[in-house]
């Protein structure tokens, strides 16, 4: 799968053969010196910077069957259409965006991807915020970038990564990740560790305890969600399957 991405975004980067597919320069986003070529499909209208129509036409094949496959678990109802920007400059995008690819904002149904993302990590993120139609009410950064990892549609043994993440860390427990010193750990550390987490509490099947965590995010309302006592046993359980104590 990797493999493929990485075609397609080669072939997004010089203009391909014509096709058949419906694609056009817009609109919005004009203004900030870029010209798009837009694909609309079903679940997203598509934003391409680079300009080879074939490989962008088979790249949103790829993200609205995973667009799908999410939707199917979240039961997402958005307020708008998502729009899915494609950046292929991630200098310019950052200098644009003010921000550094990739990401997502749930608000405003936009996600930001460079061309070589995982198919899943940024939709997720919309998905999860329009869960059954209503935005989240709280943010934590283990259970917001947790959600993604665990459904980026990648097929990663995540706790196998997770326990490589650990090794040289001071980590005692992935509750130092949601209310202790390692909130803000730097991504290489903390996403796969947050992504085992979630992966973790959704394969545990308390499903109306899990669609509750991603809309009320913080430790302290996960004690609510689940009991204090459950939690605890949870979050006890997974440290001893990743290795720690
Ligand atoms: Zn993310």
Redo the contacts with the bound molecule.
């Keep these: 799968m990797r493999y493929l991405i990485v075609l397609i975004a080669c072939s997004l980067l010089f203009a391909g053969c014509s096709t058949k597919i419906d694609v056009h320069p817009s609109g919005g986003y004009d203004t900030l010196g870029i010209h798009w070529m837009t694909i609309e499909r079903n679940n997203a209208i598509y934003y391409f910077q680079g300009t080879g129509e074939k490989g962008a036409s088979v790249y949103t094949d790829m993200y609205e069957h995973s667009y799908d496959t999410l939707a199917s678990v979240f039961k997402p109802k958005l307020p708008r259409k998502l729009r899915f920007f494609v950046w292929t400059d991630w200098v310019q995008a950052r200098q644009i965006l003010n921000y550094p690819l990739?990401?997502?904002q749930g608000s405003k149904c936009e996600c930001h991807s460079r061309v070589n993302q995982q198919l899943g990590?940024?939709m997720t993120?919309i998905i999860t915020y329009w869960a059954d139609g209503v935005p989240w009410s709280s943010y934590s950064r283990l259970v917001?970038?947790g959600v993604?990892v665990a459904f980026d549609l990648t097929h990663d043994d995540r706790i196998a990564k997770a326990k490589s993440a650990l090794k040289g860390q001071n980590i005692h427990s992935v509750a130092d990740l949601w209310s202790g010193s390692y909130q803000e750990a730097e991504e290489k550390v903390f996403y796969p560790i947050a992504g085992a987490f979630m992966d973790f509490m959704f394969k545990k099947g308390l499903r109306e305890k899990f669609d509750a965590l991603i809309k009320n995010q913080t430790q302290a309302e996960a004690e609510i969600i689940y009991g204090k006592e459950q939690l605890d046993a949870l979050i006890k359980e997974f440290d001893g399957t990743v290795g720690l104590h």
């Design positions: 990739s990401f997502a990590h940024e993120h917001t970038e993604a």
